[in-house]
């Protein structure tokens, strides 16, 4: 990384600045978990409920620091072909047709069995070298000369043996491929894991890593996240809003409104002209919040008491 983007992590206020300035309003726990990353060169674990924005971190570090973005998606059953490494079978096919049309010239010369083997031999290690490797996320991540952000997201979709497959790669930044020998990593990408708690992370696992819990934000920060990506909406129907998504989070939902569902409602709202909360209005665009029809019932049903007395009106932003 060259110094202009190593001086965007060299605070934890520069870091919360640099969020600011990329559209990502975060918490000062957040920035300090980044900048504590970057120092000690370990992986962050991100846990937290669907839709704080565990995601959102990791595309937004690539952004500010002007690095590639390397993402895995995990799922049950991802395996090192899928995740690091596979060898280019169609390119050796070819080449190993065009060896079996040189093969006389090869062996030219040869004498005896023992001698005709080693000049195969010799061309055979050929097949297995670092042209003939097609990189997946974790090795592509390794081999980028100016750094990369690399993002693991889901781990806790994959297995177990997957984790296991991590264990080197998150504590050396190397990889080994019986083939080749051992690979380190050029620049040592910053490295976030996201979890959404569907299971436990082997403890393992979790020792190579700073760990951060997201939660979903205080009214506050959510207001600064709305103000900050629909800038347009008038301050009293911001607080009005906010403190709507927050009582829904309250109630027994199959899945809370997300950050980036807040940030939908708002847009909705702006486009509906809107200045105010008003039932129909939001009865009308509950689905932009809510993503199954009971959660929308189960809204609706309490739909007076979550808008509550409407506020005196104000001014400002």
Not at 101 to 112: H, I, W, Y
Not at 139 to 145: F, H, S, T, V
Not at 198 to 214: G, P, W
Request: glycine share 6%; with cysteine.
């Amino acid at each position: 990384m060259h110094q202009q983007t190593l001086a965007q992590l060299a605070s934890v206020e520069r870091i919360e600045q640099g969020f600011e300035s990329c559209g990502y309003i975060c918490s000062r726990k957040i920035a300090t978990a980044v900048f504590l990353a970057f120092q000690l060169r370990k992986p962050v674990l991100v846990e937290g409920p669907p839709g704080v924005g565990k995601t959102e971190l990791a595309n937004t570090t690539a952004r500010l620091l002007d690095t590639p973005l390397i993402r895995l998606q995990c799922y049950e059953g991802l395996d090192e072909a899928k995740a690091l490494y596979e060898w280019k079978y169609s390119k050796q096919l070819l080449y190993t047709q065009v060896l079996k049309e040189q093969l006389g010239d090869l062996l030219r010369g040869a004498s005896g069995l023992a001698e005709s083997v080693e000049r195969l031999h010799r061309f055979g290690d050929i097949f297995y070298s670092e042209q003939f490797l097609e990189p997946r996320p974790l090795l592509k991540a390794m081999r980028q000369d100016g750094g990369a952000v690399l993002l693991i997201d889901e781990i806790d979709k994959s297995d177990y043996e997957f984790e296991s497959l991590l264990l080197e790669i998150l504590s050396d930044y190397q990889v080994s491929i019986p083939e080749i020998g051992t690979i380190k990593a050029r620049t040592t990408p910053l490295v976030f894991l996201t979890s959404n708690n569907t299971r436990d992370i082997s403890d393992a696992l979790k020792r190579r890593c700073l760990h951060l819990y997201i939660p979903f934000p205080s009214a506050a920060l959510e207001e600064r996240i709305i103000r900050s990506r629909v800038p347009d909406v008038d301050g009293r129907l911001r607080r009005q809003l906010v403190a709507f998504v927050h009582g829904l989070r309250q109630l027994d939902l199959k899945k809370a409104p997300a950050i980036s569902e807040t940030i939908d409602w708002a847009r909705s709202l702006l486009l509906l002209h809107a200045d105010s909360l008003e039932e129909d209005m939001v009865r009308d665009t509950l689905n932009v919040l809510l993503k199954f029809e009971d959660d929308i019932e189960s809204a609706g049903a309490q739909l007076r008491q979550l808008l509550g007395p409407s506020p005196p009106a104000s001014g400002g932003r």
